[in-house]
């Protein structure tokens, strides 16, 4: 039988949700599966740190090719060919110097928009998934850990925010990040049926009680309810994800599932060994990542509390602790670098080949969040330089060029991005 390919935009959503469990055993629905490709897709991989890093040891302090690392970054000697660390970016929109990932990806001005106390707005990577991740199982992974001590994060669950400017839970943990790709769930077709069915059930009469309400409020309830709405489209969204990919089971794996208890380096690196496999068996081509700070600390023999340690001025001890804590912050992320080359794809390159990292944070040191750390890594950007400092022309650039240019490397269709002003050419050949 021909099969018969279908544009899923023009698919009604509600007549999508509406169309019941017959709707599963359409033929035409192969064409919402993951299509077969030659090329391997391109995949964006966001990593927030926390606090920053070391003044004096961590940060090159000249332009140009970057043949000899400093202290801080010289586990990553052996990669110096292939990561470019950018200068002079400032997220425009970020005011709190505790907050390294409030508004990392989504640079809004959280506190300056007029008859709001906080307001946030989608995140990039979030924006990145909608685009790189309609035929995948996922849109985009979005992680994070358990640990409470925010290691200068800031608010927020993850790096990611919604369209309503709403903070997205993230997986917590190696623990939940293995189930979520691997574990099957066990159920039969008329179990799965019946709870998607409800979901969508339930959905319907939410819906319908918030479109009534609607009409009753105030503008400025409305405004609430406006983001509300958009809470709830989301939730559609995942409901007709969860639809298109019910008859087809997870991938499998040799990788057993990972004890619970796993902290500070050894839950990083692991979770680090998770997104490479994610990304390889094409459940996402989107990683947004918000890594524990405390925990890896503690993991180190330290006891010092994150915001402590990120105040080391002025005491040899806590400088000392503040370059070891530098030093095992590259030194895993070079570790990721090999998990990323050594891991294949079907046409025998590297995921590296076919993967944008960014690293960095919000905090450059201290309470300073000015001139970031931002680090770009992976050859998935073509026209991407490595093996330098870009030192960009303008003091102060937005963050959201760098975004922006990283979206558009990774083929997404956008112009502009929160408060970009252009792209940052610099970076490119």
Known sequence: MTSRIVDIKQTS????????????????????????????????????????????????????????????????????????????????????????????????????????????????????????????????????????????????????????????????????????????????PEQRDARLAK?????????????????????????????????????????????????????????????????GETETLLTYELIALALQTQQTSVVSYRQPVASVIKSMGMNYDPHALSHYQGSPTRTSASQRRDQKCTEMLAKFIDILKRTKEPDGSSLFDHSILSWGTNIRHGHTIKDIPAIITGKGGRKIRHSRVVALPREDTPLANLWLTLLQQAGVPIDQFSNSTGTLPQLLS
């Not at 030659?38 to 940060?59: D, H, K, N």
């Not at 990611?160 to 039969?188: D, H």
């Not at 059930?201 to 009753?216: C, E, F, G, N, Y």
């Not at 405004?223 to 709830?232: A, H, P, T, V, W």
Request: aromatic content about 8%; proline content about 6%; charged content about 25%.
């Open 13 to 188: 959503r509600r007549s999508f949700l509406l169309s019941g469990s017959t709707a599963l055993t359409l033929p035409w629905l192969e064409s919402f599966s993951r299509a077969a490709v030659s090329v391997p897709p391109t995949r964006l991989i966001f990593c927030g740190v926390g606090y920053g890093f070391t003044e004096t040891s961590f940060y090159p302090t000249k332009a140009g090719p970057l043949k000899q690392l400093t202290e801080g970054m010289s586990p990553l000697e052996r990669h110096w060919k292939d990561i470019t660390l950018i200068k002079n970016l400032t997220n425009i929109g970020a005011a709190d110097p505790h907050g390294g990932s409030t508004s990392y990806l989504t640079c809004a001005n959280t506190r300056g928009t007029a008859g709001k106390r906080f307001h946030n707005s989608i995140s990039c990577d979030l924006l990145a998934g909608e685009h790189l991740g309609r035929e995948m199982r996922y849109n985009s992974l979005v992680l994070a850990s358990k640990e409470k001590n925010p290691g200068g994060h800031g608010q927020g669950m993850s790096l990611a925010w919604n369209k309503a400017g709403k903070p997205v839970s993230g997986l917590r943990g190696p623990v939940e990040l293995y189930g979520r790709l691997f574990r099957q769930t066990g159920e039969s």
């Open 199 to 263: 979901k969508r059930s339930i959905l319907d009469t939410v819906l319908s009680d918030a479109k009534s309400l609607h009409r009753k409020v105030s503008k400025t309830d409305r405004d609430k309810l406006n983001e509300y709405f958009q809470s709830i489209r989301e939730i559609e969204t995942g409901l007709i994800k969860d639809t298109q990919w019910a008859n087809r089971p997870k991938p499998k794996t040799d990788r057993k599932a990972p004890p619970e208890g796993i902290e």
